[in-house]
């Protein structure tokens, strides 16, 4: 794969179709759960990979090629700003800003009862700023460190969006 | 030590300022950069000018001749300027990024706004004139007296009751006006466009694959055009009278009237090309599309909701 | 020894720390001796502990489809400079970077740093937008006679050159197109990168739907319909440029 990636990154398409074929599926994984709609998450994977090609000549190779592709698929979705009017309608108030500690319990407590949820539809259902730094710590492993720098707050508010996601999915999980 | 999690009211899609927003006031001001928190008087038709690059902007709209302004900004520093007839209200960067700003403005009722985000959603009610626009987020309008403008690369736009005519545009976003007076102009490049209920003698939407809906009440002296590539085009009309003018190349076309072919109806072209009347004639009616499927149906003549 | 007891609030503002092993011993053995004799505690700590178990194990998830070719259709669309029509533009065309130059795979067309260089020394030099999709249909209008020289084969390298169509209207939508994507280029740092995704993608629907309409009037070029509808479509086209080179900036 080491050669796919310096074949890509002289501009060898077949080449970079393989990248994307090897691991399309862990970059969509990270896109869908970051902003919690499958549609959209297809819409991100597609400008993380077209990102990617563009970016490609940069890569040095001071870290992995897949670790260096995860931190562009990461930073693609962290700066995906349309809101899904599906969403927004579900919420009463956008919070895209992870220090916003109140807000709406709103969507997961509203999942109807009865329902029984997977973990998978259980964080679709987060707030977007809880959704993203749990997607980052508790699925992708991520330190809180990387991801406040990530996100551009402090570790102390990722902790607290964390813990917030958690409780949130136990509730919706244990109806 | 324990940590209460406040849970919001369940608002509506925010036109009018929230528990949670008072909230915000009430926190220390140290989160943010800049804020400002004040009440200015401005004239009945003065003009609320408000721009931004991230973050949101709320406005909502009263009966006072005042201009309530809060607004807060992570990192940028805000700017307001004031006179009896205008007030601006924008965000600068100090060093570097800006973080989120937002504005929460209320003003009065017949006043002109103009809006503009860059990331970040714009929503108002109320105004004699709006221009309201963002690049990636959401645009959505509530009672224009008169003309709106609404604009969004990315995002959505919606206008609800407006009298004085609706300029919409989005390149991939939903686009949906639903009780409009006055002209209406819609363009989307992928985004579906929506009309509910709309009362104009002058209508043109364009699209490339978008689908495109339309229902409202029609003046027998007016031009409704509608265009798509490949978007489908649906249209609801009331069997009052008009006169159309459908064309696909490679679509369906489906109508509920009779579609009695006219004399100069080009059926030997490739592709379908139908001219005829309802009703005896009247508006001026034109879908095309490439290869979009073309329906046509009978409504049931929906009144405009007061 | 001193034997903290916990109540149940001040164990639940105490997990996240404790999830993340940053507790100290005494306060991690009170937490233990807590949720040993309280159950509603310990299902409490279950839980969560099970929901981090489990999301560290999801199953990477599966796009609906084959996301390859649109993919490859935008990385083929970048605008590649091949001949300054206007000497004027020359100095604006060095000031774009030449990584927005490359790309396309084995095609004759790319250039890179210097020879790009060299190339916008010249004068008149002319933008032409590059997909797949013109390529294929491009070859399907040049056999019957449509008017557009120049093109290259189908699939192989996957460039084909639009620049001399019979009307005159299109070489001014042309001109139009070719002096907006200069702009769009020039500001593409300028804007972040989602609402350039956004772009290119309708810009590569567009481009198709120009396509397709072209084929079909090359079939029927005395269809009126038809003319109409690639004028609305190339209408579309510079619209969306327009709009692009517009755009505010970001910061």
Known sequence: MLGDVALAASGDRRAFERLYRAHVDRVFSICVRMCGSRVRGEELTQDVFVRVWEKLPTFRGESAFPTWLHRVAVNVALNDRKVQSRERTRRAEPDEDSRDESGALGSVAAAPVGERLDLEAAIALLPPGARKVFVLHDVEGFTHEEIAQEMGVTPGGTKSQLHRARMLLREALSR | ?306 | MNDRMLDCNELESLLPVYLEGDLDAALSRAVRRHVEGCARCAELLNEVAAIVSDARDLPPLTPSRDLWPEIDARIQADVVPLAARQSGRASVMERVRPRWWTGGGGGGVRLAGAAAALVLATAGITYVATTRADAVRTVAATSIGGGSTGASGAGGTGTAVRNASNSSSEQLYDREIAQLQTIVAERRSLLDSTTIAVIQRNLVIIDSAIAESRAALAADPNSRFLNDQLNSVLDQKVELLRTAALLPART
């Open chain 2, 1 to 306: 030590m324990s940590r209460t999690y406040i849970v919001a009211a369940a608002a509506l899609i925010g036109l009018a300022s929230t528990p949670l927003a008072a909230q915000r006031g009430a926190r220390s001001g140290n989160d943010f950069r800049s804020r400002i928190d004040t009440t200015v008087a401005l004239s009945s038709n003065g003009t609320v000018d408000l721009s931004l690059v991230s973050g949101e902007i709320i406005v909502t709209s009263w009966d006072r001749n005042e201009v309530r302004v809060s607004a807060t900004s992570e990192r940028g520093i805000l700017r307001f300027d004031t006179s009896p007839s205008r007030v601006t209200l924008g965000v600068r960067s100090d060093r570097g990024e800006m973080g989120d700003t937002r504005y929460e403005v209320s003003m009065p009722k017949s006043a002109r706004l103009v809006a503009k985000s860059v990331s970040g959603d714009v929503r108002a009610r109320g105004g004699s004139d709006v221009d309201a626009r963002s690049v990636s987020g959401n645009v959505d309008v509530v009672d224009v007296t008169g003309r709106a403008t609404v604009e969004s690369v990315s995002g959505d736009v919606s206008v609800q009751r407006a009298d004085g005519g609706v300029k919409a545009s989005t390149v991939s976003g939903e686009l949906t006006l639903s009780n409009i007076t006055g002209d209406l102009d819609a363009t989307t490049v992928s985004g579906d466009i929506e009309l509910q209920n709309v009362k104009s003698s002058f209508v043109r939407t364009s699209t490339t694959s978008g689908d495109v809906d339309f229902s409202g009440t029609l003046d027998p002296q007016g031009r409704y055009e509608f265009e798509s590539h490949s978007g489908d085009i649906e249209l609801a009309i009331p069997g009052g009278g008009a006169t159309l003018d459908v064309r696909t190349f490679s679509g369906d076309v489906e109508s509920d009237f009779p579609m009695t072919l006219q004399p100069g109806s080009r059926g030997g072209e490739r592709g379908k090309a139908m001219q005829f009347t309802i009703g005896g004639g009247g508006a001026r009616i034109s879908a095309r599309s490439f290869s979009g499927d073309i329906t046509i149906e009978r409504s049931s003549g929906a009144s405009r909701e007061d």
